[in-house]
């Protein structure tokens, strides 16, 4: 099977859409813990890994800089239109995570990263036809034209990209009765979004079929 069949593939597709999103929101986390300068780990600087942390969060504007750019990676790539945008900046900035990881023997991590990586190639390949024409110097170039994701696709990715920035920001536990509510209102949220999203996704393909 080419290449053409993998990419025209509604199954893959939906799959590329939903690894996107699991993708992207693997860097808010950590973008949202540097960009609020707040420490990544308690290890003790005795520990090389510990150290290397520390040294970055007192960079200062450098560890908001991380933050940022880890942020804008992940909203890029569940926004799903910049998409390609997005695993490029993401393949870039994790590629330096994983090399760290290996680096400092962390416990597990590396295995994490590495999968990660992998994620992230297959997102950058998936969208081979955008970039590729950047490396055909003084000559004649096609980009192959793929329809864009959906709407619901892109609104979905929206909403989760908001609701995910604020669910970090609650603290449901030791948090008052209001932040419980918008905790428990944002994750229904993010439900009704993926059995809708999805629901209609179908319907619009068995409607195709049937026309």
Do not use: C
Request: without cysteine; glycine residues 6%.
């Amino acid at each position: 099977m080419n290449f053409e069949k993998l990419r025209t593939s509604r199954i893959n597709q939906w799959i590329i859409i939903h690894l996107r999103y699991v993708v992207g929101f693997a860097f808010f986390p950590s973008g949202l813990v540097k960009l609020m300068g707040e420490r990544f780990t308690r290890i003790s600087t005795d520990d090389p890994i510990g150290y290397f942390f520390e040294a970055l969060y007192q960079s200062g504007f450098y560890w908001n800089f991380l933050g940022l750019a880890q942020l804008i990676a992940g909203i890029l790539l569940m926004t799903q239109r910049f998409a390609t945008l997005g695993a490029l900046m993401f393949l870039a900035i994790l590629s330096n995570i994983w090399i760290i990881t290996i680096s400092l023997s962390f416990t597990g991590t590396w295995i994490i990263t590495s999968l990660m990586m992998i994620a992230v190639l297959l997102l950058v390949v998936w969208d081979n036809h955008k970039w590729l024409p950047l490396f055909n110097y003084n000559k004649a170039s096609t980009v192959k034209e793929y329809p864009d994701p959906a709407s619901v696709w892109i609104i979905a990715g929206v909403i989760y990209a908001v609701s995910f920035m604020i669910l970090y920001m609650l603290d449901p536990v030791k948090g008052n009765v209001y932040e419980k509510w918008l905790t428990g209102i944002l994750i229904i949220t993010i439900l009704v979004t993926f059995v809708f999203s999805n629901l209609k996704a179908y319907r619009n393909h068995k409607l195709m079929l049937n026309t």
